[in-house]
């Protein structure tokens, strides 16, 4: 597979063409940002962690009948995917309250839900990424119904399988984000990344934060957390 022209640069990772109509080359990036891109910064090895996290989380979804977009491993940084037109829609799940879910609510981080909770989030810059319910999607046409449906299916049960995965490596899943693509022949495919970028993992005996909330709240050891991560999905750390 050859690597061919930029298609798109996002925040955390850049998207080539690749001369197979239906792949793309994905670099991930070492850049961080936080608060719709107000926030800036570098994280030492993070394009490698988490390409190298994303791959583990796909690999093990793809095994238990979660089709994805990951292909393999191309190289520390990168990874070939599945080409999809991504739908413009962020799918939060939560498990226990933090973040935005802790403010909104005036609950205290580490409440733990009832059940758990989904939302969904405009990907829109300009917009800063509002939170929106089906009725919108269904008026700004974002998705069909029918494909907002399967997401959410699609959506609890990669919660199921990485809450109980991650349990088993002393990690709590508390939320997280997914995105979902079109592929070519319109198929319904679970994309983008899964990595501390986009989840909230806490040890769970010391409720230690273990992601991207380090760099969001200054915590310090950035890095060390997310080499922590891959550590415990039993990937090998190089620094
Ligand atoms: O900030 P908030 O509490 O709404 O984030 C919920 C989850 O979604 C967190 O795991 C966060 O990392 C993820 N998220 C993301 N990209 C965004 C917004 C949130 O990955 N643009």
Redesign the pocket.
Known sequence: MEKKELVYEGKAKKIFYTDHENYYWVEYKDDATAF?GEKRGTIVGKGELNNRISSIFFTLLAEQGIENHFVKLLSPTEQLVRKVRIIPI?V?I?NLA??????RLGLEEGTPLRHPVI?F?Y?DDELG?PMINSSHISVLQLATQEQLEEMKTISLRVNQILTRYLEKREVLL????LEYGITPDAKLLLADEISP????FWDANSKEKL???RFRRDLGNVEEAYQEILKRLGGEVHV
Do not use: I
């Open positions: 719709n962020e939060v939560r933090a973040g935005s879910l802790a403010k939302e989030y990907k990424d508390v939320d997280f984000k970028d986009t989840c909230r992601d991207k909330d």
